[in-house]
Structure formats: structure tokens, C-alpha cells
């Protein structure tokens, strides 16, 4: 499904269905297919299809078909699961989440939603604490996936009449919306929904388009404008068995300077969403002959980077302070290819 395709307008079964036949033909991207596979599921109603997703991806959490995020499967299979009636399993499974800790703010944000969603504050407020603490403790500059933890306490909290700590003021300021979150999170402002003052109406309809506008945010993030990177091996492999690409790639370190100043360029035009797709010479090889193709094509090129993508493979760029570059020197991005940046990406 195209990022920008109205809901109303998605066949959620046969885009579910399009989704695990991916799967079939990826089995590397199983799990991020599938579960968008099951979200399509629980979007068409059929809940118990999607359970059985949930379930088929927590069946193969072994071996070398281990999951990449076993806690966030979970968390959506508990959120599912509530919403058609199975409160006490749902509830045996967030608890689990809670007590295995992830790293990942993803499971902490579902398992906190679902517990909001059912007025269950308190337990949510608990929940969205506990992330935070884990996540956020002694970290300069909370990560952009770690945001949705801090906006949800804000929320909850207000819901619970509790007055504003450091979190709340961090989430205050990096909320970017033209509406402050004390507006959108305020208990009282669907009281302005049934007044006839066309005041309250106008600044309600503002409020909403404010939130509207933070949801069409972060549904964007997964489908980034991609540049492909070849490690240096794989380079070495690709213009070896296909020389017809080597004006493409004159030297591996003219390819990693190009992929850096081209990613500042679209940073500065502002273009969103920006990432970093690694190829690999199998994967392209297969993916020349699912297009009937040569690989040997310099067109096919951008292509592939495209399909990675929305396979989920890409690594959002520019990196978070202190990580690891994309080029997988292992250097921090700011001692790497982020030295002396001074674009800036929309994160």
C-alpha cells in the first residue's frame, strides 16, 4: 500500500494477503511483512486472522529464525487481543512485556496504549514510567523512537489531573506542533464539541488538525527516501561480476562520499525521511530476475534501493547523536561521515 493512499480506500484483505505472499518470497523480512500483514488484518475486523499472525511470528522465535523483536509482537498480539474480548490474556501478556524489559520504546508505548484505551490510567502511567526510566535515564538527547513514550506519560498524566515533572517539560519541548501538548492532552476539550460558540468549534477543528498532522508524522517515518550502500566486499563482488556498473562506482570511498553528499542535498531541499538501504549482491541478483532484468543495469539500481525500503531495511539517516555510522565503520557518525555536517534532516 502506497504511504498517501487513504484508508477508505485499501482492501485491508487483500493487501494482508499481498503481505504474506511477500513474506513467502522474503523470508529475511518475514517478520516486518507480517506483522503489517496483521495490521491490515485487524483493520479489515478479522482480530482472530490477526492473532494467528502474531502467533505464527512468536512459532518461529527460534533458532535461526529467531525474531529481531519478540517483545513487540507480543505487545500488538496483547492490544489485539483485548480489543475482541481476551482481557486476561491480554493482560498475561503485557505483564510479561513489562517484566522482560525490552529496549525497544515500541512494546512500552503499545502495551501503555492498550491499558489507556481499557481506563486502565494508572497501570498505563506505570507503564509509560517504567519505559521511560529504562530508556531515558542518563541520556543526553531522548531518540526520536523513544518521543512517543514521553507524549503518552504527558497524556496520561494530564488525564490524571498529576502536575508536570522533567519528563512532562521534555515531551514540552520536543513536541513541534503549532498546538501546545497541554491543549491536545487536556481531559476537558471534547466539552468544546458540543458548544454552539463557533470559537470553540474553530479552535477544536485546529487542535484536531494539529494532532492529525503529528499521526501523518510518524505513519510517514517507515517509507524513507533511501540511498543504496554497498559494502566495500560487496562492491568489490558487484563490479567484478558486472562491469558494466563500475562507471557507477568508480571506488568504494567515491561511493561513500557520493551516497553521504547526496542524502546533505536532499536534507537541504527538504525532503523527509531520509535513510540508508545496504545491498547485497544475492538479493540484487534475485531481485534483476523477479523484474526479468539484467543486474548489469544501472536503472535497476535505484529500483532496488525503492524495494528495500519498503521492505523495511532501511536505517534512518543521519543516525542519532553518538551511534554508529551508516558506512558500518563502527565510528560514531560525528567522527565518520558526519563530521563537520551541517545539514539538517528532518527527524
Not at 63 to 89: I, Q
Not at 103 to 119: F, G, M
Not at 261 to 286: D, F, I, K, M, Q
Not at 294 to 304: E, G, M, N, R, V
Request: one cysteine or more; charged letters at 25%; proline letters at 8%.
Amino acid at each position: 500500500m502506497r504511504p498517501d493512499t487513504p484508508a477508505e480506500n485499501v482492501d485491508h484483505t487483500a493487501e494482508a494477503a499481498r503481505l504474506e505472499r511477500t513474506a513467502g518470497l522474503y523470508p529475511e523480512d518475514a517478520e516486518a511483512l507480517l506483522l503489517r500483514a496483521a495490521a491490515h488484518l485487524e483493520l479489515s475486523g478479522d482480530r482472530t486472522a490477526a492473532t494467528k499472525l502474531y502467533d505464527r511470528l512468536l512459532a518461529s522465535d527460534a533458532g535461526p529464525s529467531a525474531l529481531e523483536n519478540p517483545s513487540l509482537v507480543r505487545a500488538l498480539k496483547a492490544s489485539n487481543l483485548w480489543e475482541y474480548g481476551h482481557e486476561a490474556e491480554a493482560r498475561a501478556i503485557i505483564e510479561g512485556v513489562r517484566t522482560s524489559a525490552p529496549r525497544d520504546p515500541a512494546p512500552w508505548v503499545i502495551v501503555a496504549e492498550s491499558l489507556e484505551a481499557h481506563d486502565e490510567l494508572e497501570a498505563a502511567h506505570e507503564t509509560f514510567t517504567e519505559g521511560a526510566r529504562l530508556l531515558l535515564t542518563d541520556v543526553p538527547e531522548p531518540p526520536y523512537a523513544t518521543h512517543p513514550l514521553l507524549y503518552g506519560r504527558h497524556r496520561v498524566r494530564r488525564m490524571l489531573g498529576l502536575a508536570h515533572d522533567e519528563w512532562d517539560a521534555l515531551a514540552d519541548t520536543l513536541h513541534s506542533m503549532p498546538v501546545s501538548l497541554d491543549e491536545l492532552h487536556d481531559p476537558k476539550r471534547v466539552w468544546s464539541l458540543g458548544s454552539d460558540n463557533p470559537a470553540d468549534l474553530e479552535a477544536e477543528i485546529s487542535r484536531l488538525r494539529a494532532e492529525l498532522g503529528a499521526y501523518r508524522e510518524a505513519l510517514s517515518r517507515p517509507f524513507p527516501v533511501a540511498m543504496l550502500h554497498w559494502p566495500a566486499d560487496e562492491l568489490t563482488e558487484l563490479v567484478g561480476a558486472y562491469p558494466p556498473l563500475a562507471a557507477e562506482y568508480p571506488s568504494y570511498e567515491e561511493h561513500l562520499a557520493a551516497i553521504e553528499a547526496a542524502l546533505r542535498e536532499l536534507a537541504s531541499s527538504g525532503t523527509p525521511n531520509l535513510g540508508v538501504v545496504r545491498g547485497t549482491v544475492p538479493s540484487y541478483e534475485a531481485f534483476a530476475a523477479s523484474e526479468g532484468a539484467s543486474p548489469a543495469d544501472p536503472t535497476l539500481l535505484p529500483q532496488y534501493a525503492t524495494t528495500l525500503a519498503a521492505r523495511g531495511r532501511a536505517v534512518a539517516w543521519p543516525p542519532q547523536l553518538g551511534t554508529a555510522c551508516w558506512c558500518g565503520s563502527q565510528r560514531p557518525y560525528g567522527e565518520c561521515h558526519g563530521l563537520g555536517e551541517t545539514a539538517t534532516a528532518d527527524r
